[in-house]
C-alpha cells in the first residue's frame, strides 16, 4: 500500500509540475514535460524489474540489488526478506546437523530405503555394521542373508529377523522394517546378544528347574501310590515314608536355593554393612561340617588374617558353609578338609581345601553356573541343589570380591573366597 502511494504522490508532483508549465510556459512545454517524466519513470521501473528478474533465477548465489526512488522500500523489504530466511535456513541446518550428530552416536544402525528398497540415507553404525557406502544402491547388495531377503518380500509389516553379521563374529543382530512417510521404510539393526544371551539362560534355567524337579516329584508321586494300593508291612512303609520325606527335602531346599539366588540377583532390600567376626563365624562353620561329616573326614583350621571384615554376616556365612558342605559332599571318607583365612596380595582369602575326587579343567569355567554339575548322579545322591556355586559367587560380587576355583582330577579341590582390602577392617 505504500509504495501503492509513493507512486500516485509522484504521479500527482508530475501532473502538477506539468500544469503549471502548461499555464506558465506554454502547452508544449507541459506535455513535454509529462511524457518526459513518464518515460523516466517507465525505464527505471523496467530497469528495476530487470534486475529482479535477474536475482530471482539465483537467489542464493547472487545478491540481491539495491533500488532508488520507490523502488529503494521494495527492494529494503526483500533484502529483510532475505535475511530473515538466510537466518532460519542457517538455524534449520544446524539443528539438522545436530540431530545427524546425534543419531551418528546411536549404537543402533538406521537405515532409509525408498519403495525399490535402495538406501537413501544411513547413520555410522549401519555403514559400520552393513559395509554401506554411498546412496541408491540395493540394500541386499549390503546385507545377503536369506532370511533378510525373505523379509524385504515380506509386505509392510514383515517380521524381524535374527541374524550374525559377517564381520561381527559372535554377535546376534536383530533386523526390523518399519514403515516411514512417502512409500520409504526404516531399516533398524539392533545388537540383541545380551538379550539372546539372557534368553538363553531363562530357558535352561526353567528347563533345568523342571528336571531338578521330576525327579523328587516322580519319586513322591511312585511311593505315594505304591502306599495307598499295597498292604505293606511297618518297615517296608517306613521305608517308603522315609524317602518320600527325603525327596520332599530335596524340593524344599531347592526352592529355598531358588528364592535366595533370586533374591540376591535382584539386590532387593540389601542388609547395611556391620562388621562381622570372620573368626567366629569359622570356627562356629567348622563345628557344624564336624557334625555333618559324622568323623569320616579329618578337618584343620587356620586363622592368620585381620578378624574383623565389613560386609554381611548371613551371607557371609552362607557363601563359606556352601564352601565346606561341597567339600564334605565331593571327599571320600578318611579325606581331609583344610579352611583357612588369611592376607594375600592386600586381599582377605578364606579357602577351602580338601583331598576329593577333584575337578577336571574343562569344567572350571562353568562350576559356579546355576544347575551345572560335573556328576549329576553324584550330586543328588549327596542331596545338593546344583546352587550352591551360584549363591556363593553372586554373594562374592555384592561383596565386591569374587570366587576363584583351583583343582586338579583325583588329588582335590581348593575353592577362595577373595574380599578386598577395603573390606579388611584392623584388629
Known amino acids: 500500500m505504500a509504495f501503492f502511494l509513493r507512486y500516485l504522490v509522484a504521479i500527482a508532483v508530475v501532473l502538477a509540475i506539468g500544469s503549471l508549465l502548461y499555464r506558465a510556459v506554454s502547452p508544449a512545454a507541459g506535455l513535454w514535460w509529462i511524457a518526459g517524466a513518464f518515460a523516466l519513470q517507465s525505464l527505471l521501473s523496467a530497469f528495476h524489474l530487470a534486475r529482479v528478474n535477474h536475482w530471482v533465477a539465483l537467489p542464493r548465489q547472487r545478491e540481491l540489488p539495491g533500488g532508488i526512488g520507490p523502488w529503494r522500500g521494495v527492494f529494503d523489504r526483500l533484502a529483510r526478506f532475505v535475511r530473515q530466511e538466510a537466518d532460519t535456513r542457517a538455524e534449520l541446518a544446524a539443528e539438522l546437523e545436530r540431530i545427524h550428530a546425534a543419531v551418528d552416536r546411536l549404537s543402533d544402525g538406521l537405515v532409509v530405503l525408498d519403495r525399490f528398497d535402495h538406501v537413501v540415507w544411513s547413520n555410522l553404525a549401519a555403514q559400520e555394521l552393513h559395509g554401506i557406502f554411498g546412496t541408491r544402491r540395493p540394500i541386499h547388495h549390503f546385507i545377503r542373508q536369506p532370511e533378510f531377503i525373505a523379509m ?90 522315609e524317602s518320600i520325606l527325603r525327596q520332599s527335602t530335596t524340593m524344599q531346599r531347592l526352592v529355598e536355593d531358588l528364592l535366595t539366588l533370586s533374591t540376591l540377583e535382584a539386590s532387593i532390600d540389601r542388609p547395611p554393612d556391620e562388621p562381622v567376626d570372620i ?4 570356627n562356629g562353620l567348622l563345628d557344624e561340617a564336624k557334625v555333618l561329616s559324622s568323623g569320616r573326614h579329618a578337618f584343620t583350621l587356620s586363622l592368620d588374617g585381620p578378624r574383623r571384615v565389613s560386609g554381611i554376616a548371613a551371607e557371609l556365612e552362607s557363601a563359606a558353609r556352601n564352601l565346606l558342605t561341597n567339600a564334605i559332599r565331593y571327599t571320600p571318607d578318611g579325606g581331609t578338609i583344610a579352611a583357612s583365612w588369611a592376607v594375600r596380595s592386600e586381599e582377605g582369602w578364606l579357602s577351602v581345601r580338601d583331598t576329593g575326587i577333584g575337578i577336571a579343567p574343562e569344567h572350571l569355567p562353568r562350576i559356579a553356573e546355576r544347575f551345572y554339575r560335573v556328576d549329576r548322579g553324584r550330586s543328588r545322591e549327596t542331596g545338593g541343589t546344583g546352587l550352591g556355586l551360584a549363591i556363593t559367587r553372586r554373594i562374592m560380587l555384592r561383596h565386591q570380591g569374587s570366587l576363584h576355583i583351583a583343582s586338579e582330577p583325583g588329588k582335590g579341590s581348593t575353592f577362595s573366597l577373595r574380599l578386598p582390602a577395603v573390606r579388611l577392617l584392623a584388629d
Open 279 to 282: 573368626h567366629e563365624l569359622l
Open 152 to 241: 524385504l518380500a515380506g509386505g509392510d509389516a514383515p517380521e524381524p529377523v535374527r541374524l550374525a553379521l559377517p564381520g561381527r563374529p559372535g554377535r546376534v543382530y536383530e533386523l526390523r522394517l518399519q514403515g516411514a512417510e512417502r512409500d520409504q521404510r526404516l531399516l533398524v539393526t539392533r545388537d540383541i546378544t545380551e538379550q539372546a544371551r539372557l534368553d538363553a539362560m531363562r530357558s535352561d534355567f526353567v528347563a533345568n528347574v523342571s528336571h531338578e524337579i521330576r525327579t523328587p516329584i516322580t519319586v513322591i508321586s511312585g511311593f505315594a501310590e505304591t502306599l495307598l494300593s499295597l498292604d505293606l508291612g511297618e518297615a517296608e512303609r517306613r521305608q517308603y515314608l
